[in-house]
T-cell receptor, first 114, second 114 residues
Framework: KQEVTQIPAALSVPEGENLVLNCSFTDSAIYNLQWFRQDPGKGLTSLLLIQSSQREQTSGRLNASLDKSSGRSTLYIAASQPGDSATYLC?????????????FGAGTQVVVTP | DVKVTQSSRYLVKRTGEKVFLECVQDMDHENMFWYRQDPGLGLRLIYFSYDVKMKEKGDIPEGYSVSREKKERFSLILESASTNQTSMYLCASLPNLFSGNTIYFGEGSWLTVV
């Protein structure tokens, strides 16, 4: 059974520092990997999707990489801002027609201090 | 603007009560999902529905059932609530199960069973 792990569980950085969030998965036979953001007491917002054939994806200050062979993905957030404070979750999808039926990590809670 | 609405944000129920959690989406999506989120465990899939009156079990369906009589509405039912079902419940929807479509989450329903 696929297991998804996110380390660290919590992270606090001063404003302006770059953030590095890690996600690892035990079964490399994934189809896609998605990064989400969750604000306190709210639902999830999609951030970046990496297809299995891709090695990275970028949107603004966010960059996500994927290394299927080692079972790892990393989310980089450049020049962090207090508004980046949230919980970040990664989720993997096992096959082409199972999008939405994710296996989630427990998330990394990020605090960016002014 | 896309919308997944969970009408009950906070509920307190007694052990043994029947509980209904309602989710409505306004995007004409075929697929809807119920997840539960617990600290340290991330999100886990309870049930999903790929069409009206069609459903499939997720990873943790025990103690739950679902109903989808209309395309826009997906209900999660706890036939006899127990304290271990105290959790945050998140509904999500997708146009189809093929990769790359954005998945939309509701804001969550916090359920406490006493």
């Amino acid at each position: 059974k696929q297991e998804v792990t996110q380390i660290p569980a919590a992270l606090s950085v001063p404003e302006g520092e770059n953030l590095v969030l890690n996600c690892s998965f035990t079964d490399s036979a994934i189809y896609n990997l998605q990064w989400f953001r969750q604000d306190p007491g709210k639902g999830l917002t999609s951030l970046l999707l990496i297809q299995s054939s891709q090695r990275e994806q970028t949107s603004g200050r966010l960059n996500a990489s994927l290394d299927k062979s080692s079972g790892r993905s990393t989310l980089y957030i450049a020049a962090s801002q207090p508004g980046d404070s949230a919980t970040y979750l990664c989720a993997v999808s096992p096959s082409t027609d199972s999008w939405g039926k994710f296996q989630f990590g427990a998330g990394t809670q990020v605090v960016v201090t002014p | 603007d896309v919308k997944v609405t969970q009408s009950s944000r906070y509920l307190v129920k007694r052990t043994g009560e029947k509980v209904f959690l309602e989710c409505v989406q306004d995007m004409d999506h075929e697929n809807m999902f119920w997840y539960r989120q617990d600290p340290g465990l991330g999100l886990r899939l309870i049930y999903f529905s790929y069409d009206v009156k069609m459903k499939e079990k997720g990873d943790i369906p025990e103690g739950y059932s679902v109903s989808r009589e209309k395309k826009e509405r997906f209900s999660l039912i706890l036939e006899s609530a127990s304290t271990n079902q105290t959790s945050m419940y998140l509904c999500a929807s997708l146009p189809n199960l093929f990769s790359g479509n954005t998945i939309y989450f509701g804001e969550g329903s916090w359920l406490t069973v006493v």
